[in-house]
């Protein structure tokens, strides 16, 4: 099964499903909008059981796991299209997500 690789610049957000496999601790610091953190370890736990969007792009460090990952989930993404974001997360130049920081002045009301 071949899998495709997709620029970061084809990449919209809002209309894919966008599947992060980095660590949840990496994903926490900072995550392309909307993507779903399913880290690689626990990927096969949860493959069969996920609906899957029509359109899913995998994300990973530097764009090398998330091949693996990308062929996992089209083994069980009947009709979504599969691929796989050339470069990964390094690649990203478009906004993230990152949890809300803490002001410094509700840091010193602690």
Request: glycine share 6%; charged share 35%.
């Given at each position: 099964m071949t899998v495709t690789e997709i ?104």
């Amino acid at each position: 099964m071949t899998v495709t690789e997709i620029d970061p610049d084809e990449v919209s957000p809002e209309r894919v499903d966008i599947i992060d496999i980095r660590d949840t601790d990496d994903f926490r610091e900072g995550h392309i909008p909307h993507a779903a953190n399913i880290p690689l370890g626990d990927l096969e736990d949860v493959v069969d059981d996920r609906d899957w969007g029509d359109e899913v792009v995998v994300a990973c460090y530097v764009g090398q796991t998330s091949k693996q990952a990308a062929r996992l989930i089209d083994a069980y993404a009947d009709d979504a299209t599969v691929a796989s974001m050339a470069g990964g997360y390094e690649s990203w130049d478009g906004p993230l997500e990152r949890p809300e920081s803490r002001s410094p002045s509700s840091a010193d009301d602690d």
